[in-house]
């Protein structure tokens, strides 16, 4: 049964994700102005659940615009089990590093965002910082109930064994347990970590988002339309913005 907390979630605002990407194609921050500019740091994008790459294409041109070296995360859709999807995720990561010779700060939406708390954990040697979208880092299922029922759908065909599906296990049972720690557990103090949220997330309870360890930013935003608002990526801007320091490079 759904908790009064949840119906509270304004759903109903994530009709408004449209006219929040239009407003951005309109915005000088797309074109760079009046934001600090990178200095060829690559930055992967991990997307949230049921969502792929694609969704977050429009950042990647602008993060390119803007000076920086923008990488896919190579998932489709994101609902696979969690500990597989964060075994391919690191792979990705240590290439990344590799071929740029140096820490990877990593942006991710809603799920994707929760991902990243956990492979900067890991490894905090390949990783700068990370800035999470409108994840629920403290409570993974504080969504609205119908998104929920989303997720329980996904859960039931990954139980029927179809590929690609993360299941109930993932939640409560062995398969996922040391990544439940690890989003939970202490983050390591030399990877900057960014939380942004918004009151007016009609997916995700905003309360969630507040993970002790980050810097919190609140933003005016729908859930999805994170992925595109203007106000959205001046923050993520300045949090990826050099700050008089030397990158940190990899170890030998």
Do not use: K
């Not at 200095?39 to 969502?51: E, K, S």
């Not at 602008?62 to 995360?73: E, F, K, S, V």
């Amino acid at each position: 049964m759904a908790r009064l907390a949840d119906l509270a979630i304004p759903i109903w605002g994530e009709s408004r994700a449209g006219l929040e990407h239009a407003t951005l194609l309109g915005d000088p921050v797309l074109r760079g102005a009046g934001i600090p500019h990178g200095d060829g740091a690559p930055v992967m994008l991990v997307p949230g659940f049921l969502a792929g790459d694609t969704s977050l294409r429009l950042m990647a041109r602008w993060l390119r615009r803007i000076g920086y070296r923008p990488c896919r995360a190579g998932i489709r859709a994101n609902v696979d089990c969690t500990s597989r999807a964060l075994e391919r995720l690191e792979g990705q990561l240590e290439r990344f590093a590799d071929q740029h010779g140096r820490q990877v700060t990593v942006v991710g939406h809603s799920r994707g965002g929760s991902m990243a708390r956990v492979l900067a954990v890991r490894r905090p040697d390949l990783i700068e910082g990370i800035v999470s979208l409108g994840s629920p880092m403290v409570d993974q299922l504080a969504v609205h109930p119908l998104v929920r029922l989303n997720v329980h759908a996904v859960a039931a065909l990954g139980a029927l064994g179809v590929p690609g599906a993360f299941t109930y296990g993932c939640f409560y049972g062995g398969c996922c347990e040391v990544a439940r720690e690890e989003i939970a557990g202490p983050f390591p103090e030399n990877v900057r970590f960014v939380s942004v949220y918004s009151r007016t997330d009609g997916i995700v309870d905003w309360h969630a988002c507040l993970d002790p360890a980050a810097e919190h930013v609140e933003v005016r935003s729908s859930h999805i339309g994170m992925a595109f608002n203007a106000n959205v990526y001046r923050v993520i801007a300045d949090a990826l913005a050099p700050r008089g320091r030397e990158p940190r490079a990899l170890a030998a």
